[in-house]
């Protein structure tokens, strides 16, 4: 069965480092992959969304990459801040109608 | 606020009794979805529904939980005889079209306690 699997549960960071998560999928070619940032208390927030044909996407201090041979996706956030702290979803479409499979999610927490 | 909106935020019920949770997609979506998160656990897809229609409801379970969304007003998520297992949060998503290229915008969830 389809299966995503983001490997870090938590990862702790200072202030100004770059972040990296992981994002690995099995048993699945997606044509999309989306990143969401979810806050206690609140519903996920769209980021980023990438094509398997795009192997890069930045918007501001994040970039996506998108490898579809090793079917792993990095997320990354420079001159990370406090206000990055939160839990980190990526996701794929897992079937023809639009549902999205989550990964469990890496919570991020950046130390001043 | 023109975003997905959710009600109530929180619920309690106790065991047996039944919980309607409400959504209200954004201006203009037409594709409501439903997911629940247990503790720890991720996002589960439960029900996709366009208007008058469920489309997708291979993740919700066959007993007790049914979805509509009606030609008027909010989707809902029906539970009937509520157990202690149903307790979670359940959040809706909503978007303008069924591609696998939209992003899906969320709203905040209702936090269903079972006692």
């Known amino acids: 069965s389809q299966k995503i699997e983001q490997n870090s549960e938590a990862l702790n960071i200072q202030e100004g480092k770059t972040a990296t998560l992981t994002c690995n999928y099995t048993?699945?070619?997606?044509?999309?992959l989306q990143w969401y940032r979810q806050d206690p208390g609140r519903g996920p927030v769209f980021l980023l969304l990438?094509?398997?044909?795009?192997k890069e996407k930045r918007k501001e201090r994040l970039k996506v990459t998108f490898d579809t041979t090793l079917k792993q996706s990095l997320f990354h956030i420079t001159a990370s801040q406090p206000a990055d702290s939160a839990t980190y979803l990526c996701?794929?479409?897992?079937?023809?109608?639009?549902?999205?499979?989550f990964g469990k999610g890496t919570k991020l927490s950046v130390k001043p | 606020n023109a975003g997905v909106m959710q009600n109530p935020r929180h619920l309690v019920r106790r065991r047996g009794q039944e919980a309607r949770l409400r959504c209200s997609p954004m201006?203009?979506?037409?594709?409501v979805y439903w997911y629940r998160q247990l503790p720890e656990e991720g996002l589960k897809f439960m029900v996709y529904?366009?208007?008058?229609?469920?489309?997708?409801e291979s993740g919700m379970p066959k007993e007790r939980f049914s979805a509509e969304f009606p030609k008027e007003g909010p989707s809902i998520l029906r539970i009937q005889q509520v157990v202690r297992g149903d307790s979670a949060a359940y959040f809706c998503?909503?978007?303008?079209?069924?591609?696998?290229?939209?992003?899906?915008?969320f709203g905040d969830g209702t936090r269903l306690s079972i006692l």
């Open positions: 998503a909503s978007s303008p079209s069924m591609t696998d290229n939209q992003p899906q915008h």
């Open positions: 048993n699945y070619s997606p044509a999309y």
């Open positions: 990438i094509r398997e044909n795009e």
């Open positions: 996701a794929l479409v897992g079937g023809s109608q639009g549902n999205l499979i």
């Open positions: 201006k203009g979506h037409s594709h």
């Open positions: 529904l366009q208007k008058e229609n469920i489309i997708d």
